[in-house]
């Protein structure tokens, strides 16, 4: 599984390597304390940098009203559609929808999903990502 992070900078895609513990919703923060812990369940994969304001601005405006922008379009095509196997874990169903309909891309959305973002957002404030 791959995950889409959206972040004032750019798009964070991370590879869940330990998906099993992602069944175990209430105690997956556990599994984030450290910077050690959370290496073993999210890898970076890649950063996609905004070019610039005007390009982040775009972006979050897209996010906003559930649209693909063409940022993160040129980012799915480069990392995620290689592995179109992979499930795309994303923190809005409306957008998945978007992916799925225009890339093809399988897209999910769940409790999981949510609090796996919730302890990535975490760990990224802490820079230890």
């Given amino acids: ?3 889409l992070f959206e972040t004032a ?3 964070a895609i991370f590879k869940v390597l330990n998906e099993s513990k992602l069944q175990q919703v209430d105690c997956l923060y556990k599994e984030f304390e450290t910077p050690e812990k959370a290496n073993k369940i999210v ?6 940098k905004f070019q610039d304001t005007t390009e982040a601005l ?3 405006t897209a996010l906003v009203e559930g649209k693909l ?3 993160l379009k040129k980012v799915l095509k480069k990392v995620v559609a290689k592995e179109a196997h992979e499930q795309l ?3 809005d169903a409306k957008l998945g929808g978007v992916i799925k309909e225009k890339l093809d891309l399988s897209c999910v ?3 999981a999903v949510a609090e796996l973002m919730r302890c990535i957002r975490v760990r990224w404030r802490a820079s230890s990502l």
């Fill in 43 to 48: 890898k970076l994969k890649h950063f996609e």
């Fill in 1 to 3: 599984m791959l995950v």
């Fill in 9 to 11: 900078a750019g798009y």
């Fill in 89 to 91: 874990a994303i923190s």
């Fill in 109 to 111: 959305h769940s409790p």
């Fill in 69 to 71: 922008g063409k940022s």
């Fill in 58 to 60: 775009a972006a979050a």
